[in-house]
């Protein structure tokens, strides 16, 4: 949420990037993969389309991307 409020998003979300600490505590790291996307890709040029998706190769885990990173034609946003 404290990322969110920034506009950054953690592009590679998934369990090996949780620290658990107690029952309630839960922490995130490895913020290498944060960006602050604004993208429409309903909107973007083909020149820049494949720059994002070469970016999402090298940052992301493929099976923890949200559907908007795995299938950028289907035209959703990618934000917080």
Request: net charge negative.
């Amino acid at each position: 949420m404290y990322i969110h409020q920034k506009n950054y998003i953690h592009c590679d979300l998934k369990i090996e990037n949780l620290l658990f600490y107690e029952t309630d505590i839960i922490k995130l790291c490895d913020f290498g993969s944060v960006r602050n996307y604004n993208l429409d890709f309903a909107l973007i040029s083909d020149k820049n389309f494949h720059t994002y998706m070469e970016e999402f190769e090298k940052q992301t885990t493929f099976m923890y991307r949200p559907p908007e990173m795995c299938d950028p034609y289907l035209g959703f946003k990618v934000n917080t």
